[in-house]
């Protein structure tokens, strides 16, 4: 396939990129970057540990919860039965009697009755804890918290004995997701879980039947189904051990409601890198790390994760023409060139997408696509990347800065042509920061680029169009 250019087009976007290398600037100063783990452990311990007293206990299987930290990609906790006469903040304890970093999120269902049985209830010998927060190698990059209290109830408070459900969908600036990610806190020894969706709500109606079944062996999901309608979907969660057996209750329902009848101005189209998430253990369900959460503008998100070119190309009928957007932004196809795949086949893809815009009054915007590092890329998934991969994205960036488009690409100051780990992790999926400064660019050009979507839309509709009738 020929790369489709469109010069006369080049002198509606100059004026947007002299503004936005302004905005890049400033929002990058604004942005302190922050770089994987330090020996020094300059960064803060985590704060916000939950709180107990002989008055305010826990149950014996506790969720112990503290402040979220978007740097950490783990955390490591350690537990005493005793409080310790000298703790360094740098280092793990002797003394201490069970210590996991097996942690993925800012909570934990704590096993006491394996390590801590003879306090549990007392009064006056509590529980001790304190937690870190690890970087993707395991380093340290933070110091020990400061130890704190754990008093737990006789067995009358009931223990934890279903997941509690943290995903929590339906906002207007990016919280709306066609294709919805489950995440929850676990019980500590389930071996697996199975969420289930329904149409209506099986708190209310016991007979529902699920209208999709997952299976998970870690506590998040990524739904492979678009789902939307006029009404709400429900979705739970249970757990099994590991023979297979329910462990204990299905959690508490929660609801989600995407509905292309809610005047949806700007949808956004596109792979992980809108979908969201990042820093290896953050989910799209973690708004800081998509940069719709930052825009100025309600948009929703029909960006499905893994998607190549191709994938963006054969589900658009299905997944974009029933919301009808006014303006459709378009970034696909880092997977496809790090992988391989030619240009010419990407670039057709995209302009495919392009005319469906045109054809069905809704206005293309399309958007460059950002650096990447190979060499996290490999660290992080084990997976290649095609050496010529930068010559790569330039042709299709080419393409794209032919058109109606978001320079995205400059919205990220790039080190010697590649993403930086400071704002990448994975060196792919920009972190919380990067987000951040992608969500800020598209805010500085957003009046200009609506103006220029909507001259296009409104020149082609007035122009006589191959096999139009007269």
Known sequence: MKNLHHHSRRHIFAAILGFSCLV???????????????????????????????????SYSPILTWDTDDEAVMYEIEFFTKKPGHLSPAKNSDESVFRTRSIYQNAYNAPLREFAADQLGSRTEPVYWRVRALDFNGTPYTPYSD???????????????????????GGRRGETLLYPVYTWIGQTTAASYEVAIYAVNPEAEPDAVPIETLTSDMAEIYDPQAHYGSAPFYWRVRSFDGEGNPMGQWSRVRSFRTDPADDWQVAVLGDSISHGGGHFSYSPAVFSFSWLHYLDFPAINLSQSGDTSG????????????????????????NSLRAGEDTDAVIADLETMRQRCLENG??????????????????????????????????????????VYI????????????LPTQYALDGLHPDANGKAL????????????????DQELEEYESTPQDGAEN
């Open 24 to 58: 890049i600037v400033l929002t990058a100063l604004l942005l302190t970057p922050r770089h994987e783990a330090s020996s020094h452990l300059l960064t803060p311990p985590p704060a916000g540990l939950s709180m107990t007293t002989p008055e305010t206990p826990l």
């Open 147 to 169: 130890l704190a209290v754990l008093y737990t109830s006789p067995p009358d408070l009931p223990p934890m004995d279903a997941p509690v459900l943290t995903a929590e969908y």
């Open 311 to 334: 994938m963006t190309v054969e589900r658009f009928d299905r997944d974009v023409l029933p919301f009808h957007p006014r303006y459709l932004i378009i970034m696909t196809g880092s």
């Open 362 to 403: 809704i206005c293309p915007i399309l958007v460059t696509l950002p650096a990447i590092n190979p060499e996290n890329i490999d660290h992080v998934f084990e997976e290649p990347t095609a050496d010529d991969w930068q010559e790569r994205f330039d042709a299709v960036n080419a393409y794209i800065r032919t058109h």
């Open 407 to 418: 320079d995205m690409a400059a919205a990220i100051p790039t080190q010697d042509g590649l």
């Open 438 to 453: 992608m969500g800020a660019y598209v805010n500085s050009v957003w009046p200009g680029v609506k103006a220029a979507a």
